[in-house]
């Protein structure tokens, strides 16, 4: 169970990662936003884990809503189908 919540969380995180990239925001940007440095935000998504006051300050910055960002990694809601669909 608690494996599987680590993978949920990095789920949700790359999903925001995504977004940013799909809106052209950079990590810069996005690490100013959470008033943290730009390594410790590429730290955060290389591990897939961050603070969920972090977490919901990111998921604002990209333009998503927090509870969708985690029902987005499920990778079956139309949210995620139409993210994957944006990359391509």
Do not use: W
């Not at 919540?5 to 995180?13: C, P, Q």
């Not at 935000?41 to 333009?63: C, H, P, T, W, Y």
């Amino acid at each position: 169970m608690l494996e599987s919540s680590y993978k949920l969380a990095a789920r949700a995180i790359d999903v925001l990662r995504k977004k940013a990239l799909i809106n052209e925001q950079s990590k810069t940007e996005l690490a100013s936003a959470l008033h943290i440095a730009r390594p410790t935000l590429n730290a955060r998504f290389e591990a897939g884990d961050m603070m969920l006051s972090k977490f919901i300050q990111l998921s604002k910055a990209v333009g998503v809503d927090p509870c969708e960002a985690l029902n987005d990694c499920d990778g079956e809601s139309p949210a995620s189908s139409a993210l994957s669909e944006e990359e391509e």
